[in-house]
């Protein structure tokens, strides 16, 4: 046992030391910041100011409101301005809205010399279309306040009573299949960290050394326990780094995650500003105490279950190419996890389901994407396989570990393969 | 010390070992000879409890060898192992806390190590840094760190360069002059010649010889002598078989024992003087040769 923890230490030290681990690490909380303030910077401070000139020749579109990025501004002109003539009038460019007979089929032109960007067009769009509609539902002597009541937007919340969250059940489904997601990159990303370790000690030749003062089972045992704890401070890492992020970052740039501020100096639209208070709610109403018992127990069971068989296969393997291929194998039953969960999803209580949650290779991904809407005895009734599978698994891989790390230049075949697991 | 009673593995269908047995005396330095794949590996493997025999045991000190009493046996394999991208300092710290030493006494014992090798300054150094010879300084001090009653060397002067070859080679024997018995594996018979008191060949999975050298090199003498005498003088109606001659000096076979004093008293009767007179004994190399 001793020796297990030793082996965790060095893993562990070796791996945390590393500049690499930390630039990997850091590059978490910048995604996020940038995630969140490129769109931003790039509204606030990335246009430059436009004049765009408005030549109403039949009347209606006069006090239009400037767009709300910022950077654009109308202005009228009467005098006798064109599409050859705009710049003398210090324009960008220039809106014709032409003399027509007819609402319907109407036809506006806007003239730049280059372009305004894809956002200030959509904007100008959006503006002239409301106009639009304004002045067809005078035109046929209908009352605003009852059109917009006949277009409004229907809501339906779904309510399961056997649900663990205040969240609805769409937002629920997506934001545990993007836990889905996350646990397939973070158990690739181990199990290929634990299967390098083992083949650089294989390779280099220290394992023989190591074998005299313990046994296969320790080492394979000590690697898994080291890297499993070299993720649980990068996940640490991204946590705080996000919360310090969201603490005083945000607030200095005039922006707070929980409770959005005023619209100018985001350079969000209303319409972005309602999606992301709606987030955030839903994301406050999550219960996060089952979330994060549900995912980092599954998670340590799964990381177990499929490091382990890394190990045994870093073991077996004796070059680089005869590894790839191998762990192409490894990400089959990894990708059907991934794959079957988000069909689980779909219908959480179906057959499908409920038999692909009881299946250790699959149920991390599996319950992870459906613990809002199943009982809670399928979870533990999982977890309970899942656990069982772990043990047979770990079991097994010891023993591939065992009977392969010293063998040298012995091509593994199928044959070979069930001939150690079964001897 | 090192009892090995009829010891047998098998890898699938080769036999690797064939019911070995084998007796390393205590502080004596023992050379493990024989040919590539002739089971010398799997049995130093099967010493350090590495991997399991299919029969018989190993005792060191007279109790049966397990994971407790195989902290006592340093080994240091053919292919050298360090973590590349580790310190020095760290490595040796870890190599010694898994063998069961505190992190103080590794501490002191490591220091001491790279003083004694004359690398004092590597202790933050990382192993990539070092060349192939510096690196096999650092896997020595890893071996013999704890202290090991027992210590198997596989090669371990492959790589080094002549200088730090005999440094090495000054350290082994101080370790066994201090009480450590060591098994030496090597082709390099000059190198059994020179450190070694007792050997065994295995060829095979089977000992082909065992004994103490010079015991072994009168077993296979093949009554072959050498005389120098001042001048060059007319042997060939001596009655003995001269197998080679040059410039005074003389190879004789002879079949008989008794037949040096007569070797002698021909070489007088002609009023030569007698320079030098020597049985020629064969050479381990030759033994091998011979044996394998």
Not at chain 1, 170 to 198: D, I, P, Q
Not at chain 1, 257 to 271: F, V
């Amino acid at each position: 046992m001793k020796n297990i923890w030793f082996v965790i230490q060095r893993e562990y030290l070796e791996k945390v030391r590393n500049r690499t681990f930390w630039i990997l690490t850091l590059l978490g909380p910048l995604a996020y910041v940038l995630l969140i303030l490129l769109p931003i910077l790039l509204t606030s401070f990335g246009g430059k100011e436009r004049i765009v000139s408005i030549k109403d020749i039949n009347g209606g579109f006069e006090r239009l409101k400037d767009p709300d990025s910022g950077n654009l501004y109308f202005v009228y002109q009467e005098s006798e301005i064109n599409e050859d003539n705009y710049g003398d009038f210090n324009s960008d460019a220039l809106i014709i809205i032409p003399n027509q007979n007819t609402l319907n089929d109407f036809r506006i032109e806007l003239h730049s010399k280059e372009s305004l960007g894809r956002s200030n067009v959509v904007s100008i769009k959006k503006i002239l279309q409301k106009r639009l509609e304004k002045l067809r539902l005078a035109s046929i002597d209908l009352d605003r306040g009852l059109y917009e009541g006949v277009r409004e937007k229907l809501q339906l919340k779904e309510l399961i009573s056997s649900k663990k969250s205040e969240a609805s059940a769409e937002f629920m489904t997506m934001f545990s299949l993007f836990g889905v997601v996350f646990m397939m990159l973070l158990m690739t990303l181990y199990g290929s960290m634990v299967l390098k370790g083992v083949q650089e000690e294989k390779k280099n030749r220290i394992v023989e050394v190591l074998l005299v003062s313990m046994k296969p089972f320790d080492l394979m045992m000590g690697k898994i326990l080291g890297i499993s704890l070299v993720g649980f401070t990068q996940f640490i890492v991204w946590v705080l780094g996000i919360f310090i992020i969201n603490l005083f970052l945000m607030p200095v740039i005039g922006l707070s995650a929980i409770e959005p501020m005023s619209t100018s100096n985001m350079g969000q639209t209303p319409e972005q500003l309602q999606i992301s208070i709606k987030l955030m709610k839903e994301l406050m109403e999550i219960e996060w105490g089952t979330f994060l018992m549900v995912f980092f127990s599954f998670f340590l069971a799964g990381y177990f279950l499929y490091s382990s068989i890394y190990a045994a296969i870093g073991a077996m393997m004796n070059d680089d190419s005869e590894m790839q291929s191998m762990m192409m194998i490894i990400m089959v039953p990894i990708f059907l996890g991934y794959m079957i969960s988000f069909s689980a999803a779909e219908d959480p209580n179906s057959t499908m389901a409920f038999w692909s949650s009881m299946v250790p290779f699959f149920s991390p991904f599996v319950i992870l994407s459906i613990w809002p809407f199943v009982p809670v005895w399928q979870i533990l009734l999982s977890f309970l396989v899942l656990i069982f599978g772990v043990i047979l698994m770990v079991k097994l891989s010891a023993k591939l570990y065992r009977m392969s790390i010293l063998l040298y230049g012995q091509k593994v075949t199928l044959g070979r393969f069930f001939q150690i697991l079964f001897s | 010390m090192l009892e090995v009673q009829n010891i047998s593995k098998s890898y699938q269908d080769f036999q690797a070992l064939k019911g070995i047995n084998l007796k390393v005396p205590a502080q004596s330095v023992f050379g493990l000879l024989g040919s590539n794949g002739a089971g010398k590996t799997t049995l130093i493997r099967l010493i350090n409890q590495i991997i399991d025999q299919d029969e018989g045991n190993i005792f060191l000190d007279g109790q049966k060898v397990n994971t407790k009493i195989v902290q006592k046996i340093g080994y240091m394999p053919e292919d050298r192992g360090l973590y590349p991208k580790m310190k020095v300092g760290d490595q040796l710290l870890f190599l010694a806390r898994i063998k069961g030493m505190s992190k103080d006494a590794a501490k002191v014992q490591a220091k001491d190590w790279l003083r004694r090798l004359d690398i004092e300054g590597w202790w933050d150094k990382k192993v990539d840094q070092l060349s192939k010879g510096m690196q096999q300084k650092i896997q020595f001090i890893s071996t013999v760190i704890n202290n090991p009653k027992l210590l198997i060397l596989d090669e371990p002067f492959t790589g080094l360069d002549p200088v730090n070859t005999e440094l090495l080679k000054k350290e082994i024997l101080k370790l066994n002059s201090e009480g450590c018995t060591i098994i030496f594996s090597t082709h390099r018979m000059e190198q059994v010649e020179a450190l070694c008191s007792d050997i065994v060949i295995i060829n095979d999975g089977e000992i082909k010889l065992e004994g103490d050298v010079e015991g072994l090199k009168h077993k296979f003498k093949k009554n072959h002598f050498k005389l120098n005498l001042e001048k060059e003088i007319d042997v060939s109606a001596w009655p003995f078989e001269c197998l080679k001659q040059s410039s005074g000096s003389y190879i004789f076979k002879l079949s008989k024992p008794n037949e040096i004093n007569d070797i002698l008293k021909h070489a007088l009767a002609l009023g030569c003087g007698i320079q030098h007179f020597e049985e020629i004994l064969p050479s381990l190399n030759d033994i091998f040769i011979e044996v394998v």
